[in-house]
T-cell receptor, first 115, second 115 residues
Framework: DAGITQSPRHKVTETGTPVTLRCHQT?????MYWYRQDPGHGLRLIHY???????DKGEVSDGYSVSRSKTEDFLLTLESATSSQTSVYFC??????????????FGPGTRLTVL | QQQVKQSPQSLIVQKGGISIINCAYE??????FPWYQQFPGKGPALLIA?????SEKKEGRFTISFNKSAKQFSLHIMDSQPGDSATYFC??????????????FGKGTLLTVNP
């Protein structure tokens, strides 16, 4: 998975609780992304980062916040989890310096269940 | 709104057959079209990609056909094997400076290849 780890891999939580998912990369890639994957919806971008402390919203950002204090870590926070945020969350990375294969590399995913 | 429409949602093919997955887009600014393959419990991984300056790209048993005027592209899997059983996503992006951030994904096709 191209030097990308996600933690935790599985989490069950209750409605209203805060949740933080972590993405860690060892590739020194500039760009990092958070997606959610739901049946019938494919992959939808939540937030992305184009550098340390530089982040922007994606397609489905409501209810989520992110932080990136160093190149290797990108955190996704659900301030008050809701059942609609039950999903599989993927982190991805990409790098402007990738020459022949401009692409995003995905982590193994985190399965989050909000009861 | 940027969209990529993918069909079919699911596909069952016999071993040795040809699998065909189609995608259509509306945004004429898109100029990089990757396909991702995802096995159960794993993150998506780049399979093959094409830019609109060519009409076809082939890598082994996998071929992308691209029709710029129709704004359509498709993935053909020749001699389909049970090991090809996976979910396939098409995607598109305006390739700004080679970073290919903010990919827009289709909703995915679940391919099952029967032995």
């Amino acid at each position: 998975d191209a030097g990308i780890t996600q933690s935790p891999r599985h989490k069950v939580t209750e409605t209203g609780t805060p949740v933080t998912l972590r993405c860690h990369q060892t590739e020194n890639h500039r760009y990092m992304y958070w997606y959610r994957q739901d049946p019938g919806h494919g992959l939808r971008l939540i937030h992305y980062s184009y550098g340390v402390k530089d982040t922007d919203k994606g397609e489905v950002s409501d209810g989520y916040s992110v932080s990136r204090s160093k190149t290797e870590d990108f955190l996704l926070t659900l301030e008050s989890a809701t059942s609609s945020q039950t999903s599989v969350y993927f982190c991805a990375i990409s790098d402007l310096r990738a020459s022949s294969t401009d692409t995003q590399y995905f982590g193994p995913g985190t399965r989050l269940t909000v009861l | 709104q940027q969209q990529v429409k993918q069909s079919p949602q699911s596909l069952i093919v016999q071993k040795g057959g040809i699998s065909i997955i189609n995608c259509a887009y509306e945004n004429t600014a898109f100029d990089y079209f990757p396909w991702y393959q995802q096995f159960p419990g794993k993150g998506p991984a780049l399979l093959i990609a094409i830019r609109p300056d060519v009409s076809e790209k082939k890598e082994g048993r996998f071929t992308i056909s691209f029709n710029k005027s129709a704004k359509q592209f498709s993935l053909h899997i020749m001699d389909s094997q049970p090991g090809d059983s996976a979910t396939y996503f098409c995607a598109a992006t305006p390739d700004s400076g080679g970073s290919n951030y903010k990919l827009t994904f289709g909703k995915g096709t679940l391919l099952t290849v029967n032995p």
